[in-house]
Structures are given as C-alpha cells and as structure tokens.
Nanobody, 120 residues
C-alpha cells in the first residue's frame, strides 16, 4: 500500500492550493484519512481529517480556510487551501488508516510529503 501526495508549491499570501493524496495497492478498506503538516523546527501537527462517512475535523488555525474531502471510489483525499498565510508554510503529509486485503488489523500509512510555501 502506498500514499502518493501531490499539489504542493509556491503561492503568494491570500492564494489557494489544492493537495491530493491517492492510496493504491491491495486495499480492502480505508477508515480515516487526513492531512498533517510540519514546519521547520516544529512538531508535526494535524491539519484536518475525514472519516469514511464524511465527518470532518479541522485544526483551529485552518477552520474556515481549508476544506478536506475524499473520493472513496478513487481512494483519494483532497485538501483545498484558501486564503493561505505565510504561517501555513510546511511540508504537508497525508495519512490513512487502511485495512489490506486479507488482513485482520488496520494500519497507519503516510505519504511522502509535499512542500507548501506561502511567500510574496
């Protein structure tokens, strides 16, 4: 099982970016999917997460600006980021709780990270 993230880049303050993360491999089911970020010198923090049923949770710092969504048929999670601020600059990682085909347990998987830089 692999998670492949894409969509990062350089954007000016106030701009928008959309991140995507697709899970692939021998997947039976995916429960929670989410996005985390890690800025230089800081700990990794939760940005947003979404359940298989569409329930969402956001960090206070991104509420009203970011929207998480998922396409269960494509095993893909998205993060629409609007009104970006310099403090949103970080490496963004996708995360998913996945049960593989034939497995009994759920495992936590991480994508490779994609850089988001907000700067003028």
């Amino acid at each position: 099982v692999q998670l492949q993230a894409s969509g990062g880049g350089l954007v000016q303050p106030g701009g928008s970016l959309r991140l995507s993360c697709a899970a692939s491999g021998s997947i039976f089911s995916i429960n929670v999917m989410g996005w985390y970020r890690q800025a230089p010198g800081k700990q990794r923090e939760l940005v947003a997460r979404i359940t298989s049923g569409g329930g969402t949770h956001y960090a206070d710092s991104v509420k009203g600006r970011f929207t998480i969504s998922r396409d269960n048929a494509k095993n893909t999670v998205y993060l629409q980021m609007n009104s970006l601020k310099p403090e949103d600059t970080a490496v963004y990682y996708c995360n998913a709780d996945i049960k593989r085909v034939g497995a009994l347990m759920w495992y936590d998987y991480w994508g490779q990270g994609t850089q988001v830089t907000v700067s003028s």
